[in-house]
């Protein structure tokens, strides 16, 4: 065997180099792995030309591959409702104190509008909850 560092025939029954101290044992495993071969299909130009059946195929492919499953997609559909939800709460509430300092000092008139934009921005947080 050839030392690739030193380039000094060695053994083949030795680890290292005796000349320079090289590993030769992660030579030899580098020279007896075969070379992959480039696979085209897996670029992002062959990814922009699928039809549309195969790439939902691959995408469910890679999905399973990090483990997304359907069990997973619906914990966090359920995950992000609830902190949509309590968002909209939070804001909601906010709001309301908000409206009471604003319609303290407004005419009863000023105060109703106000009241009505906060139940309207409540139906809205609700039908996006949804």
């Given amino acids: 065997m050839l030392c690739p560092r030193c380039n000094s025939n060695q053994s ?20 007896d792995a075969p070379e ?10 062959a990814e922009m030309f699928m039809s549309g059946q195969a790439n939902e195929i691959r995408k469910r492919e890679m999905e399973r591959q990090l483990g997304i499953t359907p069990e ?9 409702g ?10 909601s509430v906010f709001l309301y104190f ?3 300092g604003i319609a303290a000092n407004a005419t009863p008139q000023d105060a109703a509008i ?4 906060w139940v309207a921005g409540i139906i809205r947080s609700w039908l996006a909850s949804r």
């Fill in 98 to 100: 908000l409206m009471l």
């Fill in 114 to 117: 106000l009241l009505r934009l």
């Fill in 82 to 91: 609830v902190i949509c939800s309590c968002v909209g709460l939070g804001i």
């Fill in 72 to 80: 997973v997609k619906r914990y966090n559909e359920i995950k992000a």
């Fill in 36 to 45: 992959k071969k480039f696979d085209w299909g897996n670029t992002w130009v």
């Fill in 12 to 31: 083949d029954d030795i680890r290292f180099c005796t000349s320079c101290g090289a590993n030769l044992q992660a030579v030899r495993e580098a020279l």
